[in-house]
């Protein structure tokens, strides 16, 4: 309770300090409508946290710390809402937290992961890709939404990071390798490995329930970038490429899709770029943020505004740019340190 | 904000008389001497530190002084120091005069670097003495293991057990036959480091954060003629650590073992008027993570200077120094030897009795790069008697830094084109000693500004890889305060020191403009009182104040780190066992209030604990 009060106490600076364009203060427990931000801290240094902007524009940082007093954890890879709940991924943490997402009180936390990277979930059922080490193939762990009970883990490949659900089938990518694991969610075993390219990560689905991954590229022997990164368009059904795009460089693995599913927009450096994915064509710059250091995050919320997230360097905090579905720069805001990904409620 | 330090002060103040008054007090070892680093440094802005069979880490040894503070990443963990305001680079450690900092970060870990092989420190604010190693932006850290000449044989043994799991180790031995001398130092330090703490309501213990720290150090001296020496300082370290987890990870399971090798062999000659000095080293730091990722960097060091009387008011300094070094890392790519020379020359006047000043120039030369760092400093003698001697001394000075072996090789992002970090320095001092028979006093007032530019930080470009620029300009200005006092009274030794230093070091480019940068206090303080007896009892105090610390650049305060005050005693006495016997019992209590503190942010510190040594000493 002290504590609780304490972090309540530190808060208020911030929270009257973030409210400089509102003078409403903004209330603990409204998380209805708006925009969870996963800020994954500064290796190490144990500062992860996270923020919510809500529908009005105000921003609310190191919520987890405040309702529950005691950190978030280190590197907060990602966020992920289900069943009612808010789930935060803590990489360097090894752990999942679950929030309720009315107030953000944690509900359960799972520890019995290794270096867990991403989330969905499915019929009551989470799915978490971990890479557990550097030395072993990655997995994905299944649990109970309601009480974190962990049922088992499936094997795919080493660096097992992104997901996304599609045709009764996970896919998986593996991201020290070139290769999507498929699972079958009613056997539970995988069934497939696809082809794809260097490094596959973020995977989206268009509006034909097409997967489209992105493939940061590769380095060679040098550890220099072999400029191979492209986007690759999976068929759920027969796992068969659809289409590649090459886009001739190494870049960022966050990827994002417009509600209309006929867009997807991926980052490097400090620019976002578009591709239709009806006439897919690489290099086609969006936006470009001279104002932003590099690009670490990106989302798209229901109404087609796209969120970047600059982490900066990670010496300072963050800030999250937001553009109009027209690309117009709308507004920014500041966030806490190393913001990486959203999570639309 | 300085109300809450100065209630600190106050309080540790309040609480250092107090027990001054019920116990006979103390003295750790730390007392000041004269010198043997005037042959690696110029002017006289410079502290030196007496180590004498200290069992703690460099870093411990240093933490009661002015002007620097250690980033800690735990207890006997990792630990880069912060001179004046500067970044861990910034500092020049020196090792008989050669350059000693690891050359992949350009940094030392001064939790590595036992005591127990040193047999004093100095420090020397600013980049002005630096005329032998770069790197002085924010001072030089001198490290003289120079063998004592010993009558006779000399053995000494100390043992420390201390709270969770600490044992300590040590043996030192000093022998001399002819022309010979000789000294060998062994020591072994563990701790297991599994101490209690407060996290979110609970009461944890630290897990995996267990340290190994051993070595050897062999010195050997040879007279050759009367004026002629030859020397050799041997010396391997180890040490294992598992890698402290922070509060919010805390069952991570990493490991780093570090070995080290340094050798450095002299020769002196000694000239009717002047002397030379000449040192060829070899370094080689092995850092092993995890046990798969290792780094082995390799340096190769000559150094030759020459120092001569020109008349009774002129002194002359002049010599140069060459460093190559090789690395092998996974993420070095090419084989490289990369190069830094320098040549350097001081003149020293001293026309009359109430002034003198010195010129220092260096020439420095690695790849296309030729910094030229100039320096002049003087001292006014404005009083001078039997009890009173009030000095002045200013300075200004120009310091740069190389690109470390990281910053320029390191694969993927390796910058090759690099400029150094360069910096000017202005500081000026007030000095007033006042002595008398049974009481001496100290005061010491200095103020400075620092403008750097070409900070090498590492950003992500593009496609995500990081890579280091010269990016940020930063000023710094401070003021240090210290106040030292020592005098007898009821047949005791009392000994009190002050100290306190401001340092405001700004961000001055891109956003974030004339915030603090990270990591660096703004308040630094400290007070201390030995007291001493005749019959060997002695005792000491010792209150730190280290202020409000941010962990990020903007200076958000709710991400910073809370200022602590710690406060030390120490108690022990000396006994005479025999003529060639001595014994020494000493109990430590740290951190005597158990305050919960953090150095790094989410970095559990102990609370209290203690320390019992015995020390055998035969000569």
């Not at chain 1, 970047?308 to 963050?318: L, Y």
């Amino acid at each position: 309770m002290k504590n609780y009060l304490k972090c309540l106490l530190l808060m208020l600076p911030f929270i009257l300090a973030s409210c400089e364009e509102d003078t409403e203060p903004q209330q603990v427990g409204q998380f209805d409508a708006g925009i969870f931000v996963s800020n994954e801290g500064n290796y190490g240094e144990g500062d992860g946290s996270l923020s919510f902007i809500s529908s009005a524009g105000v921003v609310s940082n190191n919520l987890f710390s405040a309702v529950n007093g005691k950190a978030l954890g280190d590197v907060v890879q990602s966020l992920h809402v289900g069943a009612g709940q808010l789930f935060a991924v803590v990489n360097n943490s090894n752990k999942i937290e679950a929030m309720t997402l009315d107030s953000l009180k944690s509900t359960y936390t799972i520890t019995d992961v290794s270096l867990p990277r991403y989330m969905v979930s499915h019929d009551g059922v989470g799915f978490v890709s971990e890479w557990v080490s550097f030395s072993d193939p990655g997995r994905v762990t299944l649990f109970d939404l309601e009480t974190g009970a962990i049922d088992k883990s499936i094997t795919t490949d080493f660096g097992a990071e992104g997901l996304i659900i599609s045709e009764g089938k996970l896919f998986v990518s593996n991201n020290f390798t070139t290769t999507v694991s498929v699972i079958d969610l009613a056997s539970e075993e995988v069934v497939a490995s696809i082809q794809v390219g260097n490094s596959p990560a973020g995977m989206v689905l268009d509006a034909d329930g097409d997967v489209w991954v992105v493939c940061s590229g590769g380095y060679d022997a040098n550890y220099a970038p072999l400029n191979d990164g492209k986007l690759v368009e999976l068929n759920p059904a027969s796992f068969e490429v659809k289409t590649e795009t090459d886009l001739n460089a190494n870049l960022s693995g966050k990827i994002a899709v417009a509600p209309s599913g006929r867009t997807i927009y991926y980052l490097m450096g400090n620019k976002v770029y578009s591709l239709s994915t009806d006439a897919p064509e690489g290099g086609q710059v969006w936006v470009d943020e001279a104002s932003a250091v590099s690009f670490y995050g990106l989302g798209v919320d229901q109404s087609g505004n796209v969120y970047t997230a600059d982490a900066k360097g990670f010496a300072e905090n963050g800030e999250v740019f937001v553009y109009s579905p027209a690309g117009a720069f709308q507004t920014k805001y500041n966030v806490g340190r190393g913001p990486n990904g959203f999570a639309f409620n | 904000m300085v109300s809450r330090i100065f209630m600190y002060v106050l309080t540790g103040t309040i609480s250092l008389w107090a027990m001054a008054q019920e116990d006979t007090l103390y003295l750790e070892e730390l007392p000041v001497y004269g010198d043997s680093f005037q042959r690696f440094t110029t002017g006289t802005g410079y502290r030196s530190i007496s180590l004498t069979n200290s069992s703690s880490s460099l870093e411990e040894a240093l933490s009661e002084e002015n002007s620097i503070y250690f980033k800690s990443y735990g207890n006997q963990q990792l630990s880069s120091i912060s001179f004046r305001g500067t970044s861990a680079s910034q500092t020049s450690v020196l090792w008989h005069g050669i350059p000693a900092n690891y050359p992949t970060l350009g940094q030392m870990d001064f939790s590595q670097w036992p005591a127990w092989l040193m047999g004093r420190v100095a420090l020397q604010p600013g980049s002005g003495g630096a005329l032998y190693g770069p790197g002085a932006i924010g001072g030089t850290v001198l490290i003289d293991s120079e063998l004592k000449l010993a009558d006779g044989p000399l053995v000494e043994a100390k043992s420390s057990v201390g709270s969770f799991g600490y044992l300590f180790t040590g043996i030192k031995s000093a022998y001399g036959q002819g022309q010979w001398r000789g000294a060998t130092k062994i020591f072994r330090s563990f701790l297991k480091n599994d101490f209690p703490y407060e996290y979110a309501g609970k009461q944890v213990r630290q897990k995996n954060a267990s340290v190994l720290n051993y070595g050897v150090q062999q010195q050997l001296s040879y007279r050759v003629r009367s004026n002629q020496k030859m020397t050799l300082d041997a010396q391997y370290t180890r040490n294992d650590r598992e890698v402290q987890p922070s509060k919010v990870s805390p069952n991570l399971e990493d490991e780093l073992k570090t070995g080290n090798v340094r050798l450095a062999a002299g020769y002196q000659l000694e000239l009717p008027k002047g002397s030379l000095t000449s040192t060829l080293a070899f370094l080689q730091n092995d850092q092993e993570y995890n046990q798969n990722d290792r780094t082995i960097s390799n340096q190769y060091s000559a150094l030759v200077a020459y120092w001569g009387e020109l008349s009774e008011v002129l002194s002359v300094r002049l010599g140069g120094n060459a460093n190559f070094f090789t690395a092998t890392s996974n993420n070095y790519v090419n084989d490289f030897v990369d190069q830094q020379t320098s040549i350097f020359a001081s003149l020293q006047v001293n026309p009359s009795d109430w002034w003198s000043g010195t010129v220092n120039a260096r020439q420095s030369f690695y790849e296309n790069n030729r910094p030229f760092t100039p320096s002049f400093s003087q001292k006014f003698s404005v009083l001078s008697t039997e009890k009173n001697e009030v000095f002045m001394t200013n300075q200004l000075s120009w310091g740069f830094r190389y690109p470390t072996l990281n910053d320029l090789h390191w694969s993927p992002g390796g910058n090759p084109d690099l400029k150094p970090e360069e910096s000017f320095n202005l500081e000026g001092g007030l000095d007033w000693k006042y002595r008398q028979s049974a009481f001496s006093s100290r005061l010491h007032l200095t103020a400075f500004k620092t403008w750097s530019d070409n900070w090498i930080i590492w950003l992500p470009d593009g496609s995500g890889i990081w890579s280091p620029r010269n990016f940020r300009t930063v000023e710094i200005t401070g003021m240090e305060l210290s106040w030292e006092v020592s005098g007898k009274w009821g047949g005791l030794l009392h000994e009190f020191r002050s100290a306190y230093s401001y340092t405001q070091s700004q961000n001055k480019a891109g956003a974030n403009q004339g915030k603090q940068l990270p990591y660096t206090p703004l308040h630094n303080a400290h007070l201390s009182l030995k007291t001493s007896s005749d019959n060997g009892w002695y005792g000491k105090a010792a209150a730190d104040f280290t202020g409000r610390r941010f962990t990020t650049l903007d200076n958000t305060e709710m991400q910073s780190v809370d200022e602590y005050l710690l406060m030390d005693v120490f108690v022990g006495r000396r006994f005479s066992v025999s003529d060639a016997f001595d014994l020494e019992l000493s109990v430590a209590i740290k951190n005597v209030f158990d305050n919960s503190y953090e150095n790094l942010i989410n970095r559990a510190m102990p609370g209290r604990n203690y320390q019992f040594n015995l020390l055998i000493k035969y000569n």
